[in-house]
């Protein structure tokens, strides 16, 4: 099996265990904190891989900026934006759905901005996906309190802007980082991401992290499983194929973390989890399937 077929599916179980580790890791650390240590790690951990295995670095000023200002979209306003909103009270139903919207405003965007056509057939897909999400979230959405809404239109604000600035890191990464080492690329973002989410971290918050066995745990993996496994995964999807494409995959994540709570945790997977779940998938089937030329 090539890497292009592994790739999407490994890309969602990397990335879906990221919510999995918000949860383990939230009682031993504050969000921005955690965040600022996993980013100068996974910068350290892939300085050091650049430098072992001579990777080649960026050869003009324009494309070192390109990288880390693509790791401030992609890391540091996005992950900041959500790990903070859930900390503060938005509740994770909203969160998933908040960022579900991502592939539908790539789609839309992708067109204008880096010129991509989209299919008939592909924007059935965007529509499915976004149709399956809306079944396996909404009946949790409907049974929360308009009370528990209504006290965090600020966390949800920030959680929107989050879920834009993502997308627009996608586009942006698509637009001006098609070429060179995928490694080298990533650290730069990391230390994009460091940059802006320290001083945050710092002005908002005491920097409290109880060292023990579980934080320990979290950042391992969220350094090696997702900030260099899978977003390398993520810079590859989106460099192989079409930024709405590699966007669509997002959709899956939301369904995937309910099986992993489900396993882990011992949440409950509802009847509209699991139907949500198959029309995703067909949804993912339609945007990602190759196209056939007309004859």
């Known amino acids: ?30 969000p921005l904190a955690f965040l600022s240590v996993r980013y100068a790690s996974a910068a ?10 001579r990777a080649a670095w960026p050869r003009r000023g324009a494309e070192w900026w390109h990288a880390v200002f693509s790791g ?4 540091g306003i996005y992950l900041g934006g959500v790990w903070w909103a859930i900390d ?19 789609a839309m965007a992708a067109p204008l901005i880096v010129g991509e056509r989209l299919t008939r057939g592909q924007w059935i897909g965007i529509m499915f996906g976004l149709l399956g999400l809306s079944i396996a979230i909404v009946p949790r959405l409907a049974a929360l309190h308009w009370s528990e809404v209504a006290t965090a239109l ?28 995928l490694r080298s690329t990533a650290m730069l973002q990391y230390i994009g991401a460091f940059a802006f989410t320290m001083p945050l971290a710092l002005l908002f918050e005491d920097f409290a992290m ?18 260099i496994g899978a ?4 810079l590859y999807l989106i460099r192989r194929g079409q930024v709405s494409r590699a966007a669509s995959l997002i959709y899956l994540v939301p369904p995937a973390v309910a099986i992993e709570a489900f396993l882990l945790f011992g949440e409950q997977l509802s009847l509209a989890m699991i139907v949500g779940t198959v029309i995703v998938v067909v949804g993912v089937y339609l945007t990602n399937r190759p196209q056939v030329a007309a004859a």
């Open 72 to 75: 401030v979209l992609l890391h």
């Open 210 to 227: 109880t060292w023990n066995i579980h934080l320990t745990i979290a950042l391992l993996w969220s350094v090696f499983g997702l900030s």
């Open 154 to 181: 600020i966390p949800i604000g920030v959680n929107v802007v989050a879920m834009i600035s993502v997308t627009a890191g996608t586009i942006y990464q698509k637009r001006f980082l098609q070429t060179g080492d």
């Open 88 to 106: 503060v009270g938005v509740p994770t139903a909203l969160s998933g759905l908040i960022a579900a919207l991502q592939p539908l405003l790539t």
């Open 44 to 53: 350290l951990v892939l300085i050091i891989l650049c430098l072992a295995v």
């Open 1 to 30: 099996m090539t890497l292009d077929r592994l790739a999407p599916a490994l890309f969602v179980l990397l990335w879906s265990t990221g919510w999995i580790v918000a949860r383990y890791a939230a009682p031993h650390t504050e």
């Open 231 to 234: 977003i390398v995964l993520l």
